[in-house]
């Protein structure tokens, strides 16, 4: 496989994973902002499913589980991150002292079914900020890969 596909494949993946994250954070400031009666007033056409907020949990859970099982060493793979990029975003992730503690809370949190605060949602935003400058120098790579 020639260097271009295995760059073309990686940066997909990580497009996929980006999005599907991106969709269940967006799920949960919706859910935040339902919560309040005044947004539900002003945005009526504002709704969510129990169905969306259930697949949007399975897939935050299932990609926070990997994130910290990767931030605590125990694997070094990802189902997740693609291989070209996964130390770079270990390295990233190490960075952040807190993670540990709020990557706990939100396992709990979801593991229970219960819903996320703004905090949580903070926290996923800077994962999320994570993955889009990753996904941002694969593209770069595969650019310059392509001449």
């Not at 960075?95 to 949190?109: G, R, W």
């Not at 703004?118 to 001449?147: Q, Y």
Request: charged share 30%; net charge positive; hydrophobic share 40%.
């Amino acid at each position: 496989m020639s260097d271009i596909s295995i760059l073309s494949n990686q940066y997909n993946k990580m497009v996929d994973t980006s999005s599907k994250i991106n969709d269940s954070v967006i799920v949960y400031k919706k859910v935040s902002l339902l919560r309040n009666k005044i947004n539900h007033q002003k945005f009526p056409q504002l709704s969510i499913t129990a169905d969306e907020i259930k697949s949007a949990r399975i897939t935050l859970l299932s990609f926070l589980e990997n994130i910290q099982a990767l931030k605590k060493g125990e694997q070094v793979q990802s189902d997740f991150i693609p291989s070209l990029i996964v130390n770079d975003y270990k390295n990233k992730l190490n960075e952040n002292v807190y993670l540990e503690e709020d990557l706990n809370t939100m396992l709990s949190k979801l593991r229970n079914d219960q819903m996320i605060d703004d905090d949580a949602i903070i926290v996923l935003d800077n994962l999320l900020s994570l993955l889009d400058k990753e996904r941002n120098a694969l593209f770069r790579k595969l650019r310059r890969a392509r001449g």
